[in-house]
């Protein structure tokens, strides 16, 4: 299995806004199984097929595959929309394309979200909790939204510098590995 590199910032792919998804086939089939793929590699409990350069609106995820033993309870969503949102929560997010970065984002505590899945039957769902923060975090991908637009100017400045030196270190040191910083991987 060759699985896809995941864009990271400040990949500018990942500020563009995803395209709506007119037929569900076997090559979006084949897109979602890659999606999949990576994330459970990583691992993360969410995904948005333009992390992987796809500028087309699906998202993977699965909060229920808590550790490598947990049974795998993937929601795979082709054109999900948030149409209801309720409350407020903040969770401490992390993100497979922001690398060493976590940071407290306030989202709605409860969703009501509607997707077509792959056999193109609709669907309209609640979600609350890591859940629904998840989905708001993946579908934010789907608009060009990083979680590190929902923080102070002040802290994601500090990032962004923090992320040029790494960088540069980077293409200095290319065999120095980085550790990724704890939190939730969406
Ligand atoms: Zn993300």
Redesign the pocket.
């Known amino acids: 299995m060759v699985l896809r590199p995941i864009l990271q910032f400040p990949d500018k792919r990942l500020k563009e806004k995803s395209q709506p998804i007119v037929e569900i086939d076997d090559e979006l089939r084949a897109l979602a199984q890659d999606v999949l793929d990576v994330m459970y590699d990583e691992p993360g409990i969410?995904?948005?097929a333009p992390?992987l350069g796809e500028s087309v609106r699906l998202v993977v995820v699965d909060t229920d595959w808590t550790d490598e033993d947990a049974e795998k309870n993937p929601t795979v969503a082709v054109n999900p929309e948030i149409v209801a949102r309720e409350g407020k929560i903040t969770w401490t997010e992390g993100?497979?394309?922001?690398p060493d970065f976590t940071a407290d984002v306030e989202r709605a505590e409860k969703i009501t979200l509607r997707y077509t899945d792959l056999e193109s039957v609709a669907h309209e769902v609640e979600a609350e909790g890591l859940r629904a923060v998840c989905f708001q975090?993946?579908i934010?991908?789907l608009d060009g939204i990083?979680?590190i637009d929902h923080i102070s100017r002040l802290k994601r400045n500090l990032y962004v510098q923090k992320r040029k030196k790494a960088l540069r270190r980077e293409a200095e040191e290319t065999d120095e590995h980085v550790t990724s910083a704890p939190g939730t991987?969406?």
């Not at 993100?95 to 922001?98: F, N, R």
């Open positions: 969410g995904l948005a992390q993100c497979l394309s922001v975090h993946e934010d991908h990083l979680f991987k969406l």
